[in-house]
């Protein structure tokens, strides 16, 4: 398998993150190769297997290397904060990962986040996708309020940006 410069740093900076669990993405990649062979999987999805499987863990590197490293069991404030890591991809309607949590059973702190990540991703220049304006931005917002984000937390939202903008 080619690995690219970007992929090699990214690993290498998970590695020095987490040194409890050094080569675990490498072994898993292989692991998982070698099912996707038993498998039969084309080429094509063992490459895309492979690099998927090096960069499972990468949520590992917004967690403080406290938390990440303790000895034992994490307080409430601790838990929230992988809370917040883990699930900033469920959506309000359960259809989200990485569990398939739905409404007020995802966390709060995961739910503010996937809010302003999503504002902050629309209004940022980026190369794939256009810029949009605060006010297109929260129409989108809006738009997949009861879908993908709680209503009422993206009207609280709505509701500052407009006070700061």
Known sequence: MM????????LL???AHDLHNQNHVQRTAILADK???KLLLSDQQREKLKTGALLHD??????????????GKLDQDEKEIVE???YHHEWWNGSGYPEGLAGDDIPILAQVVAITSSFDIMTTERIY??????AEALA?????????FSSELVKIF???????N
């Open 3 to 10: 690995i690219n410069k970007e992929l090699k740093l990214i």
């Open 13 to 15: 900076v998970l590695e």
């Open 35 to 37: 099912l996707a062979q």
């Open 58 to 71: 990468i949520g590992k590197l917004m967690l403080p290397h406290a938390i990440l490293n303790k000895p």
């Open 84 to 86: 917040l890591v883990k």
């Open 129 to 134: 996708d256009s810029l949009l304006t605060p």
């Open 140 to 148: 989108e917002l809006k738009d997949y309020s009861g879908l993908q």
């Open 158 to 164: 709505s509701e500052l940006i407009k006070k700061i």
